[in-house]
């Protein structure tokens, strides 16, 4: 019997999600980011990003409506201090701020509601090629300008002692961190001219991680990076 891959579920453990979290950064996030969880099942994992960070926003956008279903009352249950905006699609909780927002909905069709964001979570092991590529064509900054730069190897439903997940981020990123106007520029940094540790770290946002778990981009995305599985 061949399954539909809406039929195949499962999910990142909240272990998995922390270091996740961790390999994101989401501590730094602040007031101008936002992450995205592509295929938020029910929930756990977006909620995860959105308790374990300062990113003014998190978006988890979910097909199946079961599960989105079991994501909105998971929110209603561990947000009941926020505001609550339901829409069409779904929900938005609002507070100090920050907002968390859940749509049902199919994550090629809603691009316009995450493409924006800093970092994307998508558990991509069912997701044929023609998926992925069309994922990387909406994403901003565009997706063939990340490579493969690390993979973990984290605990999920179906594989307590780990399945890998694979990290992207933009080739310029570390030196982004490092030294953010140089490598914006090109040209030997003038003394005094980094300013803050904040600012240091703002300019390196624009670098920021996208993280796709399970599978990487097809290699044909970009020239040099292997598809690889496991």
Known sequence: MELHPESIYGEITAEGAA?????????????????AELGSGAGRCALALLQQSQAASIVGVELAAARHDAAMLLAGSC??????????????????????CLIRGDILQTWRDWCHVTAVFTSSLCFPAAVMDTLSRQMLPHALTFGLTDVL????SWKSHGSAVYVYELRM??????????????????????????????????????????????????????????
């Open 19 to 35: 270091q996740v979290a961790a390999r994101l950064r989401l501590q730094d996030f602040g007031e101008k980011e936002a992450a």
């Open 173 to 230: 990123y570390r030196s982004l961190l490092e030294e953010p106007l140089a490598a914006l520029f090109g040209t030997e940094e003038p003394p005094g001219r980094l300013g803050t540790a904040t600012e240091k770290l703002r300019a390196g946002k624009l670098a920021q991680l996208l993280l796709s778990s399970l599978l990487p981009f097809c290699g044909s995305l970009e020239k040099g990076i292997k598809a690889s599985a496991f």
């Open 153 to 156: 190897r984290c605990p999920m």
């Open 79 to 100: 947000l009941k201090e926020w505001t609550r905006l339901d829409t069409k699609e779904g929900a938005t909780w609002f507070r100090d701020g920050r907002s968390y």
